[in-house]
């Protein structure tokens, strides 16, 4: 994906299509399993996961826009994210390492014309849409306090990757 910030310098968030939904640690901030959507359970296809398909990608997009544009404070300039298949591309080399819970390193991230990409894991026990693996980052927000120095990174690392400091 690619986005705008306020200077108007291109960066590249290649989070989520990393991380084709495998296992999820259940230490994480709340996480339940009966919290796991039950719009297709264990039946859902595959092909709704897959991100080479352009209805996906599309989906993907929309969900982080969606919730990017619900930011608070507003943001000012909150431009819109768009596919990049470069990004797309390295981050699913990473994800077809199996590295569960592990970050790459920034070189391993490199896009051509945009740099290092950002990266954020979800990783389920269950076939989740996409939706709700975006939609858990964003939850993080009710950790965060635009400004405020004792944000811990740790809580709210994947919402502000999303949000914030794009």
């Not at 200077?7 to 796991?36: K, N, Q, Y």
């Not at 507003?74 to 596919?83: F, G, H, I, Q």
């Not at 389920?124 to 405020?148: M, Q």
Request: glycine share 6%.
């Amino acid at each position: 994906m690619k986005v705008f910030n306020s200077g108007g310098r291109i960066l590249v968030i290649a989070s989520i299509w990393t991380f084709l939904i495998t296992l999820f640690s259940t230490e994480s901030h709340g996480w339940r399993h009966d919290r796991r959507p039950r719009v297709y359970g264990n039946r859902m296809p595959k092909s709704m996961l897959l991100t080479n398909s352009h209805k996906v990608q599309e989906k993907i997009v929309s969900a982080h826009n969606l919730f990017r544009s619900n930011v608070r404070p507003k943001a000012s300039n909150m431009l819109e994210m768009t596919w990049h298949s470069g990004a797309a591309k390295t981050a699913q080399k990473w994800a077809e390492q199996c590295e569960l819970l592990t970050h790459d390193n920034a070189t391993d991230r490199w896009t051509e014309f945009y740099g290092p990409c950002g990266q954020n894991i979800f990783v389920s026990t269950h076939k989740v849409p996409w939706f709700f693996a975006i939609k858990t980052w964003y939850l993080e927000h009710r950790n965060f306090t635009y400004g405020s120095p004792k944000n811990e990174l740790g809580v709210i690392g994947h919402f502000t990757r999303n949000s914030v400091f794009i």
